[in-house]
């Protein structure tokens, strides 16, 4: 078995690891412009003008973690709830309805509130209404995958975080995430069980940005040689304000940013590139056309965030100690606005499914919805 260390730096680095490491040094706007030209017809070529859309739904915001940068973690004192089997189906319909055919299974890691089958019956209740399911949640063994596949999740997302090991022992205080080989072996478990899609990223803004993305590219080179057959996607989300108010160390500037989207694209010519809405609606607008080809759009990062679902069980939590809500008095119009559960983080690009379909259309590009049935692996 490779070792962790050798995975992300390499003793003999692929030529295409090497490439990379050229592409992230200083450019001057000539060169950076000159890798924008050539992302942007790679992906035109590989891609051609398909962008798909997607919307995460969040399940759960319990945590058994203590990350310093999430609004999930457990010492937080937010208002947090996990969703019912018929809520989750009534978000999913909620979104079917905006158009989605691609959603996001999002859950906090405390296995209290999502085991015991409720991701499995989370995915068989939508199944039949959403071709597409993926899930970004704890990492799992592999036998614990199977059933999620076999019920009809066909994609699975898990972030490193970051890839450096001292930040990460830093950032992660308690819970079983504080496991940086666990969690970073976790792509090659979800391929075992049977995953087809497969997406993984780094959180920028824990560490030098850098030294991230280099260690980032070797995990990806070498997930598409042991991984073969899955389908890859990268994810490059920036740190976002939540609950807790970490505040970021490290920048990754918009400049560096767009350098970051053309090498991956460039040395990855085959791979997806995910942009969420984390990042602000120019900064999307821009990326469009030079290496992206997965979209959020119109996206909530609460449970409940689409139709208000969960709120009977809204409660807080204080140091992972769960505290009763107090009933608040109706308001002088008799209306009592009843409080959400806690998002994860700010969202920056707060336009709609179909502002961004529009968009699309007026650019040129094609809005995908759906492209997977699992009728297609049945046959």
């Known amino acids: 078995m490779i070792s962790t260390a050798e995975i992300l730096n390499p003793s003999r680095p692929s030529a295409v690891l090497r490439k990379f490491a050229a592409l992230i040094g200083p450019k001057g706007d000539a060169e950076l412009e000159a890798m924008a030209r050539e992302s942007a017809l790679l992906t035109?070529?590989?891609?051609?003008?398909?962008?798909?859309?997607?919307?995460?739904?969040?399940?759960?915001?319990?945590?058994?973690?203590?990350?310093?940068?999430?609004?999930?973690?457990?010492?937080?004192?937010?208002?947090?709830?996990?969703?019912?089997?018929?809520?989750?189906?009534?978000?999913?319909?909620?979104?079917?309805?905006?158009?989605?055919?691609?959603?996001?299974?999002?859950?906090?890691?405390?296995?209290?509130?999502?085991s015991n089958g409720y991701l499995e019956a989370c995915v068989r209740a939508l199944a039949p209404e959403i071709p597409a399911l993926a899930l970004e949640v704890a990492p799992m063994e592999t036998a614990d995958y199977i059933p999620l596949v076999r019920a009809g999740a066909e994609g699975l997302v898990v972030y490193q975080e970051t890839y450096d090991r001292a930040t990460y022992a830093e950032l992660h205080t308690a819970g079983p995430k504080r496991d940086f080989d666990w969690r970073l072996a976790c792509p090659e478990r979800a391929y075992d069980a049977g995953f087809r899609r497969i997406g993984i990223g780094a959180l920028f803004g824990l560490c030098d940005w850098k030294g991230e993305a280099l260690a980032l590219a070797a995990h990806l080179d070498h997930l598409l040689r042991r991984c073969w057959t899955a389908q890859f996607t990268v994810s490059l989300p920036r740190l976002r304000p939540c609950a807790g108010e970490f505040i970021p160390q490290h920048t990754l500037p918009d400049r560096e940013f767009v350098q970051l989207v053309a090498a991956l694209r460039i040395c990855f010519p085959q791979v997806g590139i995910v942009l969420s809405t984390r990042e602000p609606a120019a900064l999307r607008d821009a990326l469009l056309p030079l290496g992206i080809t997965m979209m959020s759009a119109g996206s909530h990062t609460e449970p409940g965030g689409y139709t208000g679902e969960g709120k009977k069980d809204l409660h807080r939590t204080v140091r992972?100690?769960?505290?009763?809500?107090?009933p608040q008095p109706a308001n002088a119009d008799g209306c009592n606005h009843d409080p959400g559960a806690t998002q994860q983080f700010e969202i920056a690009d707060t336009r709609s499914a179909a502002e961004i379909a529009g968009l699309l259309h007026s650019r040129g590009f094609d809005a995908v919805w759906k492209d997977w049935d699992q009728a297609i692996a049945a046959q």
């Open 320 to 326: 992972g100690r769960r505290e009763e809500l107090v």
């Open 44 to 114: 035109r070529r590989n891609f051609g003008k398909a962008i798909r859309l997607f919307a995460p739904l969040y399940l759960s915001n319990e945590c058994i973690n203590n990350c310093a940068y999430c609004g999930f973690s457990r010492d937080n004192a937010i208002l947090r709830v996990t969703l019912e089997i018929q809520g989750v189906v009534r978000e999913a319909r909620h979104l079917a309805a905006e158009g989605f055919r691609n959603i996001l299974l999002v859950a906090g890691e405390h296995p209290k509130f999502v």
